[in-house]
């Protein structure tokens, strides 16, 4: 049962930070830290919780609402910014997810596969789905509403998850439901353009 729960936790922590990278890895480092439901003692995953990993996961998170908020933040996501934070998404999934792994003494290996793969869910199916709504609000709208949508939902999928693991589960099920949905939009979006022509 351990075992079905650290990957219910990695799963959940990998699928937040491919929502939002920083925030979530925080959080769940913060509760490791603390040794709430979740901890990285003893293994070579340890960093996660120390206090200069939180210090750089807060510069990022600082970094990266900054960056959004500003008078640039369409020349930031034109010049590849977002590519970046999708590269550090994924590595903070394959990071916690094996830490997860790791935790329990089980092989880690398959918590990177596992790790990068569920992040990858999140930032497919967050990134279309922010983008839609970005395209129905005017700038200042988007600048202060994206991000408490965004990183709220990280937050409290990857809060949530570390103390009740199988919500990582359901977190990751809801996202692949709303990555397929947009898929059908986008194909049905296409299809009406076809039949103009």
Same mark, same amino acid.
């Given at each position: 049962?351990?075992?079905?729960?650290?990957?219910?936790?990695?799963?959940?922590?990998?699928?937040?930070?491919?929502?939002?990278?920083?925030?979530?890895?925080?959080?769940?480092?913060?509760?490791?830290?603390?040794?709430?439901?979740?901890?990285?003692?003893?293994?070579?995953?340890?960093?996660?919780?120390?206090?200069?990993?939180?210090?750089?996961?807060?510069?990022?998170?600082?970094?990266?609402?900054?960056?959004?908020?500003?008078?640039?933040?369409?020349?930031?996501?034109?010049?590849?910014?977002?590519?970046?934070?999708?590269?550090?998404?994924?590595?903070?999934?394959?990071?916690?997810?094996?830490?997860?792994?790791?935790?329990?003494?089980?092989?880690?290996?398959?918590?990177?596969?596992?790790?990068?793969?569920? =992040? +990858? %869910? /999140?930032?497919?199916?967050?990134?279309?789905?922010? $983008?839609? @709504?970005?395209?129905? #609000?005017?700038?200042? !709208? =988007? +600048? %202060? /509403?994206?991000?408490?949508?965004?990183?709220?939902? $990280?937050? @409290?999928?990857?809060? #949530?998850?570390?103390? !009740?693991?199988?919500? /990582?589960?359901?977190?990751?099920?809801?996202?692949?439901?709303? @990555?397929?949905?947009?898929?059908?939009?986008?194909?049905?979006?296409?299809?009406?353009?076809?039949?103009?022509?």
């Amino acid at each position: 049962m351990h075992l079905v729960f650290d990957i219910f936790q990695g799963i959940g922590i990998a699928v937040a930070v491919g929502i939002r990278p920083f925030l979530p890895g925080l959080v769940a480092g913060a509760l490791a830290a603390g040794d709430v439901e979740i901890h990285f003692n003893g293994t070579s995953y340890s960093f996660l919780q120390s206090s200069w990993f939180l210090l750089v996961l807060v510069a990022g998170t600082a970094l990266l609402v900054t960056l959004e908020r500003s008078a640039f933040a369409e020349q930031v996501r034109a010049k590849g910014w977002n590519y970046g934070v999708m590269l550090v998404s994924l590595l903070l999934g394959g990071m916690f997810f094996a830490g997860s792994l790791a935790r329990g003494h089980y092989a880690a290996w398959p918590g990177w596969v596992g790790g990068v793969l569920c =992040a +990858a %869910v /999140g930032i497919a199916a967050s990134r279309p789905f922010l $983008a839609r @709504l970005r395209s129905r #609000l005017d700038f200042s !709208a =988007a +600048a %202060v /509403g994206l991000p408490v949508i965004s990183d709220g939902s $990280a937050l @409290l999928i990857g809060l #949530l998850s570390v103390v !009740a693991p199988p919500i /990582g589960l359901i977190a990751l099920v809801g996202l692949l439901w709303l @990555l397929l949905r947009g898929r059908q939009r986008g194909e049905q979006k296409y299809a009406g353009l076809r039949i103009l022509r």
